[in-house]
């Protein structure tokens, strides 16, 4: 499974840090990625980093401001999200291929 934290309440400029820990599985055999749903809108990729955090990928509207990593020795990948801005609003979802976290709610307003 896959679990997600670290979400929450922000103001617009600020900064919030999502963990997602994931267990009964191999962790360090898998590329993992962060997406978000916003209300009303698809399901969107945010993020995405390899087994051994060599290569990360990005959507176009987080570059810069977002960061992914992972720690294998303790299965868990990171999400670093910098001058948040309110059209970040949104669930955010931990994955691995056909696994998701239940989500996490990020509200970015004053």
């Known amino acids: 499974q896959l679990v997600e934290s670290g979400g929450g309440l922000v103001q617009p400029g600020g900064s919030l840090r999502l963990s997602c820990v994931g267990s009964?599985?191999?962790?360090?055999?898998?590329?993992m990625r962060w997406y978000r749903q916003a209300p009303g809108k698809e399901r969107e990729l945010v993020a995405g980093?390899?087994?051994?955090?060599?290569?990360?990928e990005y959507a176009d509207s987080v570059k810069g401001r977002f960061t992914i990593s992972r720690d294998n020795a303790e299965s868990t990948v990171f999400l670093q999200m910098n001058n948040l801005k309110p059209e970040d609003t949104a669930v955010y979802y931990c994955?691995?291929?056909?696994?998701w976290g239940p989500g996490i709610q990020v509200t970015v307003s004053l």
């Open positions: 994955n691995r291929h056909s696994l």
């Open positions: 009964g599985f191999n962790f360090i055999t898998y590329y």
């Open positions: 980093i390899s087994t051994f955090g060599h290569s990360t």
